[in-house]
């Protein structure tokens, strides 16, 4: 049996009253909005469905709302945001207060993150040599390279350092194609070295666990919405509630799709066998219908 592809968000609405929707992929591509983004969270919010965003960006949430008020998503659109980043943050002062991980910190990541363990105890160092621990929150813009951040990587997993990766993904996927690499290239390079890595965000249960408290609805009437795989989809399913892939997005260019076409039920179900996922739905973009 091929792969269900449907051609918008009208067609499994009124199936579920809340929607745990991925940014990137989904609702924007880091630079702007994709089409008809914001009148399917207009047309979810006049059928009275809750919303709740998210993101595996690697930083805080309010950081997250001040981006989509950026980019005109009003915050009327939906009840919350959840960010890996903020997970993260959370986790990392709790195994701090716990004796669990020690404070001094080498932030490999562009700078723009470098604040995500402001206003804790955490004490930030240049090197491997003074650190107790990693915090990986991707690749700088300019340089998204793994090959010069190499030599600290050894550096730190020769010390036996941990990594905290504040982004599971691998890669992201701009409206135009281009790929750009995320944290979770970093540390699993820093696995291969013998590191140990300590992730969060999707696909992870908590981060499920904080999106149901804001949407404040049993898990049997709340779906998820996202472009990642391994992130969305299995974080989804893993959790218990449908996920639907946004076909045009990671895995646009192995499907043969730009953004927003409709995809080839068959083909698509070849694909998803390949790369060892299987989401409830596929939909074109996240529109209300094509």
Known sequence: ???????????????????????????????????????????????????????NAPRRASRVIEQLDRFGVDRGLYDGVVSSGETARDAAAAMLAAGEIGRRVLHLGPPRDAGLLDDLPFVDVDDA???????????????????????????????????????????????????????GVMAEAYERLGGKVISFGKPYASVYERCLTILDLPRERVAAVGDGPHTDIQGATGFGIPGYFIAGGIMAEKLGLAHG??????????????????????????VWTR
């Open 129 to 183: 040599a003074g650190a107790d621990l990693v915090l990986n929150t991707g690749f700088d813009d300019e340089d998204p390279r793994l090959e010069p951040l190499m030599p600290a990587l050894e550096a730190a997993a020769a010390r036996g350092l941990p990594m905290i990766c504040a982004n599971p993904d691998m890669v992201i996927v701009r409206i135009d194609g281009s790929r750009f690499p995320c944290a």
């Open 1 to 55: 049996m091929s792969m269900t592809v449907y051609d918008g968000v009208a067609a499994i609405a009124p199936a579920h009253d809340g929607f745990i929707l991925d940014l990137w992929g989904v609702i924007h591509d880091g630079r702007q909005l994709y089409p008809g983004a914001v009148d399917c969270l207009t047309r979810l919010r006049e059928t009275g469905r809750r919303i709740v965003f998210l993101t």
């Open 261 to 286: 076409d409709l995809p080839d039920a068959d083909r698509a179900e070849r694909v998803c066998a390949e790369e060892g996922f299987m989401p409830t739905a596929m939909l074109p973009a996240f």
